[in-house]
């Protein structure tokens, strides 16, 4: 048991650094998507509201191929 702790902290920090890039990254992104469906160019709208459609329904689709 003893020998498994420094690959637990290993993964530890591996992790938080993931999460601290993951978060700020996936905040701003969702910012920059929301902003842009409010748009007054319906194009632009309408082109970030099927993007937000198409990655909502990613996770559904991943497990349903491998079925």
Known sequence: ARTAFPVLIKGLVTTL????IAVPTGFVLGLLLAL???SPMR?????AAGYSLVIRGTPLLVPAGRA
Do not use: D, G, I, P
């Not at 650094?17 to 601290?20: G, H, K, P, Q, R």
């Not at 194009?43 to 082109?47: F, G, L």
């Open 17 to 20: 650094f993931l999460v601290s």
């Open 43 to 47: 194009a632009v709208a309408a082109t």
């Open 36 to 38: 842009t469906r409010r």
